[in-house]
């Protein structure tokens, strides 16, 4: 059976301290039996897509990034998987995007947001490229 472990977090202010606290989650995850552990949307950050147009590009990473390989490091001394939720740039777009991560660390896949709402207090087409559905 696969235990599961959600994470839920106050945002603490930084991106560095959100991090921390997930790379801490992680290990407690670990340490309490859990295989996978999940992360809200938007983790590291203030939900800022309640916010219309602001320069939030200090958000955002990439996949060979300082964050992303903290999230890697984090999954293989531990042994978990983890699904982390970032603002990702990738080809010059922005992303509301998971990353699963296997025990071993490496990059398993990647579901980036396909439908980016936009409406009062969502203004997340501001932020985000939608993916396009490919059937």
Known sequence: MTRIALFQNKNKGSVNENLNAGISA????????????????VQLTEFFPQYPGQDVSGYACELDGEIIQAFQAACRENHIMAVPNVYLREGGHDYDASILIGRDGE????????????????YEQDYYTSRRMEC
């Open 26 to 41: 992680i290990k407690e995850a670990t340490e309490k039996g859990a295989d996978l552990i999940l992360f809200p949307e």
């Open 107 to 122: 990059i398993i896949g990647i579901q980036k947001m396909v439908h980016v709402a936009q409406a009062e207090h969502f």
